[in-house]
């Protein structure tokens, strides 16, 4: 039997499960908030075109708008100046295969109950490791903080000084890209840097290496919990847009039954 | 003397409410000078420009001299009361169903007999003051009140069919992150509001007056104009007990088209200030159409409150008084679409705002409490067009002498060398 | 000013009125022909010897006169189209004389009629005039009730009048209704019930008030050798004045425009009140009626009430004033209103009144009012009539 249809028959039988790691595309879900006078990431917004009534009688249908960074999305290196000049910078222009890949996920819950703007260090990974072993290279690597599970205010938690919430500090980010040729980096906030990342040098991080780098980032992603610190296939193709720098998708995980 | 005014009891469900009827709308061309004033809360007759003799009812030529030069004036309003009725029976629906109806013959004291509504404070033959007001039918009328004012004159049934009080009426307030809502808010409930409800946009995004406006009362329900759903939502929940709505939701920021290097603003000011109408139109404004006769909290005013760049473009504001235009447009296309039921729609005119996106105009600017001050007076008054501050009556009285004038003051080059 | 030339050799002959309708399903040009058609028979004239035509209706939309010739098949060198409600009689009277004395027509045909629908006086109302659409209808939309009501109201006050004065008028009306079987109203009318009816508009209700009904006038003008050669009953115009918008300075209406023109009309007349034996006025509301008593010269400004208070206004009282119940109980049929009078003198001197003729009625004066165009009655109009040849 070919591993296709070895894996046809275990998603058929269940052994291998699918889980969506993606927030449903709503009008109020929080996007990124930068100081008024910049441009703003366009909310998720729904317009009926026609409702089986006189504007259509048999069809239903809407027209979208938003952002390519709005919902759960995926970041192409051209999103950030560090990879402007890369070739194959943009959605549009990845190669197919970048899409799926092994994944691993970090869990970081604990350390986020206790501090709102966790930085996840290169020892915190190291001590990963050592549990779970190296992380693969060309792997995807999930930073699960169970943020995806906060709503409405605190999700973003805007206070005064800016947005509160964890994310990677710098010397891990280039662990992770140097050391360990990892495809990209996703979290489950609405940015792969902290909240606090505006303060950092350089400022997002994450953003910056792993663009400058070629790799990929994933925000706003849900059910990490219902992941498996390693083993899960991730399959998160964005919208073929031209010269696109991310794009809302549907990521999905495929899960071996335990 | 007027009784006091009660908040209405719960509403029978088993009741029919009242279909909105009107009184006549059909006016000469002429007689729509009376119209234009009373919009604005002014006592104007037309005067001859040649001989100054003052004409009513409205005229295409003077009376006196046959100059057909007339123009609308404002003329001394105290009169003399001297014959009055008090109409028991009309073929008129409108009038049919509120029954008896006062009316006299006033002969100012500037010449001119007219035939007013009477206000109940109005005393038998006694001096009055006259004043213009906007009728159910949209159209300037003239009312006899009494020399000095009487407690709770605005309570008479008259004054209510006259004005949009906001007195025991239900409020919603567009925009509660608004800088202008916790002070909208206050004079609504200063003068007697019933209900004050304010939208809330994206509520996980925290601001300050929030809690400004929980101690004032206001409840605070989650509102996004520039979302259908949000906007379909709300109105499903509390669109037939919106008595007056007030628009205040509002998207600026400076630039005009070549100063700005894409439309993404701009798009946010259409979606906020013109569709963002269109969208409460839609939601709200089918019941609030077909509640305006339903008592003491009927349904009565839309307010919008615009940019006075919305009749002349203001360059450094140049993209945002372009959706001003737009929204100032929408705002005439309402009050059509509002006309059969008496829906007011009044648009409250600002010049710049004291506030963080007209920080490098010079002042004079208006503040949030003049907004809410000249709000609440203009739906007591029931007008269509108030000018708030003095830039805002500066570019009315300049684009009513010319509008291409205005048009050249408002875009000056830099002189060069 | 200079008398006018004299109306002499000028006659009105074959008055006509139709029984008036409370409600028709009929139009105008059905009235209007059936009064021509009673003007006709009655004079023994054809239609085709007609060939001056006077035409006064506010229902006939979209025609006017013009439609009207065609419609009934006449063919006139003369044509008229009298839009002055209450005062078109007395109008229509002095034009047509004119024409017959300068031989521009033989014989004048003036005619009077409309109708009554269902929502006919709504509908009258909403396009009567601008000044009414612009500054009286949205105050109220009482109508003429609204505004005779102001006046009425201004009147009482000015002269002491008081309701039952008022309603001693519309009662004696009443009583002469009752012998005209042309008229509407056909039960008596008691001063209580006057006193008690149902309010319409403050002072006036239900009884000050004429009841819009359909119907139609018609009367003829021609030379005397004309009626003498047919040996047609006959009545002599000795005088007709008519006046448009009059006192404008009076910021309410206690006069009318007879004021400015009476003293021609008696001077022409060779005449005074004391010699008048039938008096009709024109009576949409009893106040006016008051006005008409005293603007006509019977009585002295303000006085009106007390000389209803003096005199018996009935058929065979001493002062016989609208014989044949006038509006306010025959009924109102729109522009014939402004005819009933006229016909009604017109029967009264050449002895064809019948059950409402007034014994040895020799001199009658039919005075006319309409067209509330704002806040008052603009056109005025007054016609002495003499007997010429009897029936």
Partial sequence: MSILTQLAGALSSGSVQVIDLTHTLDPDFPVIILPPEFGQCARFR?????????????????????????????????????????????????????????????????????????????????????????IPEHSWVLMRTDWSKRSGAEYLNMR?????????????????????????????????????????????????????????????????????????VLFAAPLKIKDGTGSPLRVLAMVESA | ??????????????????????????????????????????????????????????????????????????????????????????????????MPWRMGTVQLDAGPVILAHLHEDVAEKSRVRMIARLDRAGQGVLVAMPVEDTPLMEDASLMRELTADPKHRRILITDARASNAPAIA????????????????????????????????????????????????????????????????????????????????????????????????????????????????????????????????????????ASQAAAYSLSQCLRAEFRDSGLRVMNLFTGPTEDDWFQLLPPPKVLPQAIARELVKGLQAGLEDVWCGDIAKDVRERFRRDPKVLERELTFGSEGP | MALPASYEGVVLAAPFSTTYQRYSIDTAHFWIAKALKGSLDAAGIRKDELDGFSVSSFTLFPDTAVGLTQHLGLSPAWLDHIPMGGA?????????????????????????????????????????????????????????NANFALLTDRYMTEYGAIREDFGKICVSQRDNALKNP?????????????????????????????????????????????????????????????????????????????TVDIERLWEM?????????????????????????????????????????????????????????????????????????????????????GGTQVKAARKALVSGFGMINYDRGLCSSAVILESGVQA
């Avoid at chain 2, 104007?44 to 003799?53: D, F, I, R, Y």
């Avoid at chain 2, 809330?200 to 007056?209: F, K, L, T, V």
């Avoid at chain 3, 009077?112 to 709504?122: K, L, Y």
């Fill in chain 2, 186 to 321: 206050k004079s609504l409930f200063d003068a007697g509001a019933a209900t004050v409800f304010a939208g809330e946009a994206e509520a996980w995004r925290p601001y300050p007056a929030r809690s400004e406006l929980e101690n004032l009362g206001v409840d605070i329900m989650p509102l996004d104009v520039t979302d259908t759903l949000s906007v379909q939502t709300l109105a499903g929940e509390i669109g037939g007990k919106t008595d007056i709505l007030v628009n205040n939701a509002q998207f600026v920021r400076p630039g005009g088209a070549m100063s700005r290097n894409d439309t993404g603003f701009a798009r946010d000011e259409i979606e906020v200030n013109y569709l963002g109408m269109m969208r409460l139109a839609q939601a709200f404004g089918p019941a609030m159409n077909s509640r305006t006769s339903d008592g003491i909290n009927s349904a009565a005013a839309w307010v919008n409150i615009l940019y006075v760049g919305a009749l002349a473009n203001t360059a450094g504001f140049g993209a945002f008084a």
């Fill in chain 3, 88 to 144: 078109s009689a007395g109008v229509a009277v002095r034009r047509a004389a004119r024409a017959v004395q300068a031989g521009d027509a033989n014989i004048i045909a003036c005619v009077a009629g409309d109708t009554n629908h269902i929502d006919s006086f709504r509908q009258l109302l909403s396009s009567f005039s601008r000044f009414a659409m612009d500054a009286s209808y949205p105050y109220g939309y009482g109508g003429p």
């Fill in chain 1, 46 to 134: 729904m317009e009926e075109i026609s409702a089986y009534d006189h504007r259509g009688p048999a069809w239903k249908w809407h027209n979208i708008s938003m952002s390519e960074h709005t919902g759960t999305h995926f970041d192409a290196p051209s999103h950030w100046i560090s990879g402007r000049d890369l070739p194959s910078n943009s959605v549009d222009a990845i190669k197919p295969a970048d899409f799926i890949g092994p994944v691993v996920v970090l869990d970081c819950v604990e350390a986020t109950e206790n501090d709102e703007d966790f930085e996840l260090s290169r020892a915190d990974i190291e001590e990963w490791e050592k549990a779970h072993g190296k």
């Fill in chain 3, 269 to 353: 007349a060779r005449c005074s009140p004391q010699d008048i034996d039938v008096l009709q006025t024109y009576d949409d509301y009893p106040v006016i009626v008051m006005m008409q008593f005293e603007d006509l010269g019977f009585c002295e400004k303000g006085t009106a009430p007390e000389f209803v208070r003096n005199h018996d206004l009935t058929i065979t009282g001493d002062f016989p004033h609208n014989t044949s119940g006038g509006q306010l109980s025959a009924g109102q049929a729109g522009a014939a209103g402004g005819f009933i009078g006229l016909v009604e003198a017109l029967r009264q001197v050449t002895g064809q009144a």
């Fill in chain 1, 160 to 232: 005064e000084d800016g947005p509160h919430s964890p994310g990677p500090s710098a010397e891990a980010i280039r662990f992770l890209i140097d050391e360990r040729g990892i495809r990209g980096f996703g979290t489950e906030t609405v940015g792969t840097d902290g909240g606090q990342a505006a303060h950092a040098t350089p400022p997002y991080p994450a953003h910056y290496f792993l663009h400058g780098a070629g790799r990929y980032g994933l925000q706003c992603l849900a059910n990490l919990d219902k992941l498996p610190a390693t083993g899960a």
């Fill in chain 2, 1 to 98: 003397m007027t009784e006091a005014l009660f908040p209405p009891p719960k509403k029978n469900p088993q009741k029919r409410s009242i279909k909105p009827t009107r009184p006549p709308e059909v006016r000469s061309r002429a007689s729509l000078g009376l119209t234009a004033a009373a919009a604005e809360g002014r006592f104007a007759l037309q005067q001859c420009t040649h001989c100054s003799a003052w004409q009513y009812p409205p005229r295409d030529a003077c009376v006196n001299c046959l100059s057909t030069d007339l123009e609308w004036n404002e003329i001394a309003a105290e009169g003399t009361l001297i014959a009055e009725t008090t109409v028991q029976t009309s073929p008129r629906l409108y009038y049919r169903e509120r």
């Fill in chain 3, 182 to 258: 042309n008229a509407v109203m056909k039960k008596p009318l008691t001063l209580d019930q006057y006193l008690n009816a149902r309010p319409i508009a403050d002072p006036i209700a239900l009884f000050d008030c004429v009841m819009p009904c359909a119907g139609s006038e018609c009367f003829f003008v021609m030379r005397e050798e004309e009626a003498e050669r047919r040996g047609i009953p006959y009545a002599r115009l000795s005088a007709a004045i008519e006046r448009h918008n009059a006192h404008r300075e009076d910021p309410i209406q206690l006069r009318g425009g007879w």
